[in-house]
């Protein structure tokens, strides 16, 4: 609101100005009847202008008075409500459960339902015995209807479904699906590199060379993995003290492999039975074997 009245003091100052500028002008340059007609036109602009000045102002003033009257409304409103609800909560509050009387209540809860249930009883008792027994029957017959209604919309159900070659949701077979022989597997997993195995040189039969082999084992639970995870060395221990040096002659293609890769399975499912560790090494792939 003072930004309005601002706007408003401003409008009215340069009215003044220009009123003094075209007066000025017009005495120094008009002649006598436009000086008069202009001073008409100038009259009538103030006239007009003190109109819409005033009419804006008590706009304003109007507009104002209305906003200070709902914001005391709204406050007055928001006063009451908060005696309303401290009221209530002092009540609630002064109440003494322990000392009221609940006999009283209960009395007068009873009092209030003896009127009607006297009236439900003389109703009853005002029944003759044809229209008694009409009301047993048709509640009856009621009853027996919807359940054999029930009865026959189901076999319906069942008989289309037959017909359409479809079984019914509630009789299909809900089978539980069997854990993959894959699962978990990469958690059973563990890459062991350059495991060194004795070798025969090939230019003396007692001279020892070795070979580092790159293999994969996969075993029966996760416990075996993280074990050998942490435990390297016992396994490159027992494989490089048990395994018997590898001859010149012997066949490094498929049968070869094979005969190492039961070894190495063989020797480590020992040393678990050593370590009293459940479970075995269920596979063994070997990845590269390079002579040294």
């Known amino acids: 609101m003072e930004k309005f009245d601002g706007l408003i003091i401003f409008l009215e100052n340069l009215v003044e100005k220009l009123a003094r500028m075209f007066s000025w002008l017009y005495q120094k340059l008009m002649p006598a009847i436009l000086k008069n007609f202009i001073n008409s036109s ?16 008590s706009t304003a003033s109007a507009i104002k008075s209305d906003s200070v009257n709902w914001k005391s409304r709204s406050q007055e409103g928001f006063e009451k409500k908060k005696q309303k609800g401290e009221a209530a909560l002092a009540k609630v509050k002064d109440f003494d459960y322990k000392s009221h009387d609940y006999k009283k209540s209960a009395l007068l809860v009873f009092a209030f339902l003896t009127p009607i249930l006297l009236k439900i009883k003389q109703w009853y008792l005002g029944l003759k015995p044809t229209t008694f027994l009409l009301i047993v029957t048709t509640t009856s017959m009621g009853t027996v209807s919807s359940v054999a209604i029930y009865k026959h919309v189901s076999k319906l159900a069942e008989e289309t479904a037959k017909a359409n070659g479809r079984t019914p949701a509630a009789a299909i077979t809900q089978y539980k699906q069997a854990r993959p022989q894959y699962y978990k597997v990469g958690e059973k997993h563990f890459r062991i590199l350059n495991i060194a195995v004795p070798a025969y040189a090939p230019s003396s039969p007692t001279t020892y060379r070795k070979m580092l082999i790159d293999f994969t084992m996969i075993s029966s639970n996760r416990y075996i993995r993280e074990f050998f995870f942490a435990n390297i060395h016992l396994l490159k221990d027992r494989l490089n003290t048990r395994i018997e040096p590898i001859s010149v002659s012997f066949p490094l293609e498929d049968e070869g492999k094979t005969i190492i890769k039961d070894k190495l399975k063989e020797e480590l499912n020992v040393l678990l039975k050593e370590l009293k560790i459940k479970g075995e090494i269920e596979e063994i792939y070997i990845h590269s074997i390079i002579a040294g």
């Open 42 to 57: 100038v009259n009538k602009i103030e006239s007009v202008s003190s109109k819409t000045i005033n009419k804006i102002s």
